[in-house]
């Protein structure tokens, strides 16, 4: 098992790789997705936002190219890390895939170019999350030990989604007015069927791993648009869509501990044991959706340990990452609260492992 430390797009710099390299992890996990242009928050936290959305989606006319994914990956290697995922990918790409829109074969063929570049320049692993609201009508407050802040859930925000946004990111401001049409069920899993069997093939050739994020916040419906992995049972519905090597999970225990069905420690133990498990958000939380709190990774619901050694036990080989901590007061609080994170994780791989 290897510790791996997340980074928004605004944090990859070399003084955050010195700080990922400091606290002990060997890997990366990158998002290149600006959840924070033109948006309420402040890119101090993780992202939250309003109805109006995170932000603005980057630029469509500009998929990641083999030579910005070579730098950053030469960037990463010479600050003495591995670049193990990308996580995410941005709206303006893709948003037609989400939504079974006009520019769907389009946007399909942007998601089959970023991977050929991915595999070119060995990135192995492509993180992302399928959902049409995405991560939205969650609340921040003192949520967490110390009143931290954190973030958390209270009810289910149904408000429908304006056109021109998806994936809680705005990808067309001029949009007429009006709202996203509701989605069947059946619907949302057929455009995942359609992803899956379109790019698949893709990213078998290129030797990159899909690795599907589950509902965060996990509930069947949200913003008035339905979810498809708001259930444990659900991923295993994702997995057996299309066999593959390279259809796999971005293990996030913290929104599988938030579900309402299903054992937690069951769940890492059925996917780990399956091979399936790519690499783990590890955060911890208290309650279940719609009414949980996020929490510091040594006070919640989940015992982290009995995770980490269920994942050993399965000899899942793959990275960890402390996915969101609450922030902790002093003059950097993201980064105090991964620091905490990381150690915590660090103390308890090195007892597993015997991972000097
Ligand atoms: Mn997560």
Redesign the pocket.
Known sequence: MKLGLGLYRHMLTAENYRFAKQCGCTHLVVHLVDYFFQGEDDGQNQPVGSNAGWGRAGDPHKVWTYNELAELKAQINSAGLELFAIENLDPAHWYDVLLDGPKKQEHLENVKTIIRNMGRVGIPVLGYNFSIPGVAGRIKGPFARGDAISVGMDEVDQTPIPKGMVWNMVYDPDAPAGTVPTAAPEQLWQRLSDFLEAVVPVAEEAGVTLAA?PD?PPVPMLRSQPRLVYQPRLYQKLLDLKPSSRNALEF?V??LAEMTEGDIYQVVDQHSRQGKVVYV?LRNVRGKAPHYRETFIDEGDVDVFRVLEILKRNQFQGVIIP?HTPLVECTAPWHAGMAYALGYLRAFLQKLDGDG
């Open positions: 994020h965060d996030c913290g929104s958000h996915d």
